[in-house]
């Protein structure tokens, strides 16, 4: 009997540790090859201001240390690791570093779910209660009566699964943009701190919504409530469903949640910006992206290393094929990087709209900077950044670990690799 515990304990132990380890590359998988700059439209000469742009950011302690992939043509045409990893040590950045994504986490949580609608597991017009009863009941705040109490009526129409792709079903992100007497309520039911996919969903589903379906876009909880649709739709866990549909067939090995033990030593330090300025260096015991080891998210929670995100973006770009490789149709990858947003809802920037899971440039004059209409993406809080143009058939990636994302530092990015491309 006590040799048998023992073998199913050693069995336990062998399969967290298989769901922790990143995935195994497939031995067709192959890296995107390099290329001269020019050959691929780029000038050298220009990307040298990239590059005296981003050196200058380390050397005056603005960022720590970075990682920039381009690529164009299917093909590497810049990647250079800037600074260090920590500060403290002097640990120099490498370019297989692996990053905390957060909300970079998104656009997966996108395709995992398309790639259920391809299925034909549901459709973008239904009804979200039509998979998760709970949310049948929901309520819509409406105001506060003299005593402070919510004043709540009905919904005007159902939240379809379209409304929780594009962040216009009425959730909120629980106070951590906005401070509303709904993101309290998150707050209250304890909403930011569950402990699992489906506590989460099952504590949103008892609070009203901030707003009617498909009046506003609040950036939310939205893709956690997807995340818990992929685990209710397959029948395995969000992060199972993840490896064995995206990472594992597009050869992403360095991709997991949180930071599984044995690899912490490949995260660089998570910096914040003290009030006087200097990088502030918060303390592993503080870093909160742990947790998402044993609990995935799909709001927040990836992993992974520039090269390996440049896999998935390059599917993207490619129309949801890579290496021969195909995880979604050339109609859904254009649906999902088209204006999904209904007609006269507010965006959060001018010139852009958003996807299913990722922003869409509709007039570049109106965003204020150079790139192309059509061009899509999506950052994350810890200073994470991509980008995709589908009309220059190209790729953008920067990786940095700063918190809160540093907006102005992501458009200067952004200009800089513009300026260097001239055919």
Not at 132 to 149: I, S
Not at 311 to 338: C, H, K, W, Y
Not at 339 to 357: F, Q, S
Request: hydrophobic residues 40%; proline residues 7%.
């Amino acid at each position: 009997m006590r040799g048998a515990l023992l073998r199913a304990l050693a069995t336990q132990v062998l399969l967290a540790a298989l769901l922790c380890a990143p995935a195994p590359a497939p031995s067709w998988a192959r890296e995107l090859e390099r290329a001269r700059p020019e050959s691929v439209g780029f000038s050298t000469a220009r990307l040298g201001r990239l590059d005296a742009w981003m050196n200058g950011e380390i050397a005056a302690r603005r960022k720590a240390g970075a990682v920039v992939l381009i690529a164009r043509h299917g093909r590497i045409a810049w990647e250079k690791a800037y600074g260090v990893a920590d500060l403290a040590s002097g640990r120099p950045m490498r370019t297989d570093a692996m990053f905390r994504l957060y909300s970079m986490t998104k656009p997966v949580t996108a395709v995992a779910l398309l790639t259920l609608y391809e299925q034909g597991k549901f459709q973008l017009t239904d009804p979200l209660e039509k998979y998760l009863p709970a949310f049948g009941r929901v309520r819509v705040y409406a105001g506060l009566d003299p005593q402070g109490r919510m004043i709540l009526e009905a919904p005007k129409r159902v939240v379809t699964l379209q409304d929780v792709f594009r962040h216009t079903a009425g959730f909120t992100y629980g106070g951590y943009f906005d401070d509303t007497p709904v993101d309290k309520a998150y707050q209250a039911a304890g909403v930011p701190a569950s402990q699992s996919l489906a506590e989460l969903v099952g504590r949103m589903s008892g609070l009203p919504l901030l707003y009617q379906p498909g009046e506003r876009w609040v950036y939310s909880f939205s893709y956690d409530v997807l995340a818990y649709l992929a685990e209710s739709l397959s029948g395995m866990s969000f992060e199972e469903y993840c490896r064995k549909v995206i990472f594992a067939p597009l050869g992403m090995k360095d991709t997991v949640f949180g930071i599984p033990p044995g690899l912490a030593s490949r995260y660089p330090t998570i910096y914040t910006t003290a009030q006087d300025g200097a990088l502030k260096a918060i303390a592993a015991p503080d870093d909160s992206y742990a947790r998402f080891t044993g609990h995935p998210g799909g709001g927040a929670g990836l992993a992974s290393t520039p090269r390996d995100y440049l896999r998935f973006a390059q599917t993207l770009l490619n129309g949801g094929e890579l290496d021969g490789v195909r995880i979604l149709s050339p109609a859904t990858v254009a649906l999902m990087t088209s204006d999904n947003l209904p007609p006269g809802t507010a965006y959060w920037h001018d010139g852009m709209r958003y996807g299913l899971g990722v922003s869409v440039v509709t007039d570049p004059a109106q965003a204020g900077n150079l790139g192309s209409k059509g061009q899509f993406g999506w950052p994350g809080l810890a200073s994470t950044w991509f980008t995709v143009d589908p009309k220059e058939d190209l790729v953008a990636l920067v990786f940095v670990q700063d918190m809160p994302r540093d907006v102005p530092f992501d458009d200067e990015f952004q200009t800089l690799v513009y300026q260097a491309l001239v055919k």
